[in-house]
């Protein structure tokens, strides 16, 4: 049976262990959707996000990733 799709709104994932501090990803974000917080880069406006992935292609730390949902579709039935 098909899933319904989720509304949801997925946001970059920020490694704190790896964030340095430096700032680029905030600064890159056409949105907002990022900010700094001590010290750290966190998502502070997930809904802002639109996953443009400038911040991912930007961390000299490799510290942000985006995930991706893979969903396929039902099989037609043949005709
Ligand atoms: S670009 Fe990377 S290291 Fe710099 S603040 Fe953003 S997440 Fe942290």
Do not use: W
């Not at 049976?1 to 490694?15: F, G, L, Y």
């Not at 340095?20 to 966190?42: F, S, W």
């Not at 985006?66 to 039935?77: A, C, D, L, N, T």
Request: hydrophobic share 40%.
């Amino acid at each position: 049976m098909a899933q319904p799709i989720q509304d949801e709104h997925p946001v970059p994932i920020i490694d704190a262990a790896r964030c340095t501090g430096c700032g680029l990803c905030v600064r890159v974000c056409p949105t907002h959707a990022l900010m700094m917080k001590d010290g750290l880069a966190v998502v502070a406006n997930p809904q802002a996000c639109a996953y443009t992935g400038h911040c991912e292609r930007i961390c000299p730390e490799q510290a942000i990733s985006r995930p991706f949902q893979i969903v396929f579709s039902p099989k037609e039935e043949a005709k």
